[in-house]
């Protein structure tokens, strides 16, 4: 089994900028699929971002393409979330997951792929 640790959420104002962390334990990190997502109060999980396991290939939600950038580095088995220019609407807790399983940009998106997922971390944009 895997364990995901997300770190890096807090309150910043509109604007701002985050990078969110994901560290992983227990498995063989470089072999997983990463993908980011996130939750607000009353709406479904959100595809943010998916990165696979060689680093070579990645997929974002057209939301946030070109503001959230996912990276991994995986001599630390550590998988980041590069947040920029926060708006309110951004506000969510947000989740890493790992996918033991090969790389497609379909399967990418969809919550059901994922084997592992991390607890949360809380991010609030004030006005």
């Known amino acids: 089994q895997v364990q995901l640790v997300e770190s890096g959420g807090g309150l910043v104002q509109a604007g701002d900028s985050l990078r969110l962390v994901c560290a992983a334990s227990?498995?063989?990190?470089?072999?997983?699929?990463m993908g980011w997502f996130r939750q607000a109060p009353g709406k479904e999980r959100e595809f943010l971002a998916a990165?696979?396991?060689?680093?070579?290939?990645?997929r974002y939600a057209d939301s946030v393409k070109g503001r959230f950038t996912i990276s991994r580095d995986n001599a630390k088995n550590t998988v980041y979330l590069q947040v920029n220019n926060l708006k309110p609407e951004d506000t969510a807790i947000y989740y890493c997951?790992?996918?033991?399983?090969?790389?497609?940009?379909?399967?990418?998106?969809?919550?059901?792929?994922?084997?592992?997922w991390g607890q949360g971390t809380q991010v609030t944009v004030s006005s």
């Open positions: 997951a790992a996918d033991w399983g090969p790389w497609t940009t379909t399967q990418a998106l969809r919550v059901r792929t994922y084997d592992y």
């Open positions: 227990g498995g063989t990190f470089s072999r997983f699929n």
């Open positions: 990165i696979s396991w060689s680093g070579i290939s990645t």
